[in-house]
Each structure stands twice: as structure tokens, then as C-alpha cells.
């Protein structure tokens, strides 16, 4: 049975787990960054984690059982979190430029995967595809 206990959860907390969602892998140094407070950050870290919103791996966090479930009950859509070696490095470097800028309001962050039209086949992608159907 899993208890949600979203009365504990504020604001920040929400937009931490949806940050979480977006980039996956999120270092746990990078949380400070996130919550504007350098000793908050660690109790409400620590908050999300013991209550499964958050799981630690090694040196990052990702969107645990609890987290997933909160978030889909409020209409979200939480992917599969990947494990692929590259994936999980590119994720982790986009995840710290993320956080720094997060709150900077001089810079604004976009990562390239929201500039790309999800529609389109990259150039790429076209040429694979184009040179599989001639075959």
C-alpha cells in the first residue's frame, strides 16, 4: 500500500520532482541549487527520499515509486527512467547546467531537446531511414 503524503509537500517540493522527472538523473549537490538553501535542501532531500518521492543512486537522484505515482495522479507523464550508459552521462551534465541556471535570473536555460521539434526526423535520422527503405 502506498501512502502519498502530498500535505507535507509544498511548492518547491513539486517543482523539484518535476525538475527530477525532466532530467532524470539529478546530483545531489545540484539540490542546493533547486531549493536556494544550502542546509534546507538537505532536509527536504532527505524528506522525499525516506518517503520513496526520490530515489538515491550513488551520487544522484531520480523520480522514485511514490514520486512516479504523485506525479501521474496529478496527470503527468513519468517515462521509464533509461539506463543506457551514454544517455545516463548526457543526462547527468544537462541536469547540473539545469539546476545552476534554475534560479539564475540572468540565464535563461533551455536544454536542446526542448528547441527540437519532436515531430521532425533529425537529418540523421532521415538519412538512416531514406538508406533502410532503398535497401
Not at 527520499?49 to 496527470?75: A, C, T
Not at 540565464?107 to 532503398?134: A, H, Q
Amino acid at each position: 500500500m502506498v501512502v502519498l503524503i502530498d500535505n507535507i509537500l509544498d511548492d518547491k517540493d513539486m517543482e523539484v520532482l518535476l525538475f527530477v522527472n525532466k532530467y532524470k538523473y539529478v546530483k545531489v549537490s545540484d539540490f542546493k541549487y533547486l531549493y536556494n538553501m544550502k542546509q534546507f535542501y538537505r532536509t527536504r532531500l532527505k524528506i522525499l527520499l525516506n518517503n520513496s518521492y526520490l530515489r538515491k543512486i550513488k551520487w544522484y537522484v531520480i523520480l522514485g515509486k511514490n514520486g512516479k505515482i504523485y506525479l501521474e495522479s496529478l496527470g503527468y507523464k513519468c517515462p521509464r527512467t533509461p539506463y543506457e550508459k551514454s544517455f545516463v552521462e548526457r543526462n547527468k551534465i544537462i541536469s547540473s547546467f539545469a539546476a545552476y541556471y534554475k534560479n539564475n535570473p540572468r540565464v535563461n536555460y533551455i536544454p536542446s531537446v526542448d528547441l527540437k521539434d519532436k515531430d521532425i526526423f533529425t537529418i540523421t535520422s532521415r538519412r538512416f531511414i531514406r538508406n533502410n527503405i532503398n535497401r
